[in-house]
């Protein structure tokens, strides 16, 4: 059973940082491209940053380039989000989500995306 789990959310003030890591079990994480997802109250879930499978490469939404750096640990099955210079609107639910290899689509489009966690909570107080 696949299994994600995501942690390190918490309240935070405006221009301080956090780190999201999200522990994967159940499958072979180096076949899988990761990504992180975020999802405020009364939005939809939008795009915050992917990282593929071999080569670690990296995409982002516009909205965090230059201050969320996506990580991976294939070692430890885990991949991380360090987050910096947070603003109020960054305050979110954020889920990390798995990628089967060879999945063709955009890295922001969710249904690229077999798994995903329970979320982790996120505010950033002004």
């Known amino acids: 059973q696949v299994q994600l789990v995501e942690s390190g959310g918490g309240l935070v003030q405006a221009g301080g940082s956090l780190r999201l890591s999200c522990a994967a079990s159940?499958?072979?994480?180096?076949?899988?491209?990761m990504g992180w997802f975020r999802q405020a109250p009364g939005k939809e879930r939008e795009f915050v940053a992917h990282?593929?499978?071999?080569?670690?490469?990296?995409n982002y939404a516009d909205s965090v380039k230059g201050r969320f750096t996506i990580s991976r640990d294939n070692a430890k099955s885990s991949v991380s989000l360090q987050m910096n210079n947070l603003s109020t609107d960054d305050t979110a639910v954020y889920y990390c989500?798995?990628?089967?290899?060879?999945?063709?689509?955009?890295?922001?489009?969710?249904?690229?995306?077999?798994?995903w966690g329970q979320g982790t909570q996120v505010t950033v107080a002004s």
């Open positions: 990282i593929s499978s071999s080569y670690g490469d990296t």
């Open positions: 159940g499958l072979f994480f180096s076949w899988y491209a």
């Open positions: 989500a798995a990628s089967p290899t060879g999945r063709w689509g955009p890295p922001d489009q969710t249904t690229r995306y077999d798994y």
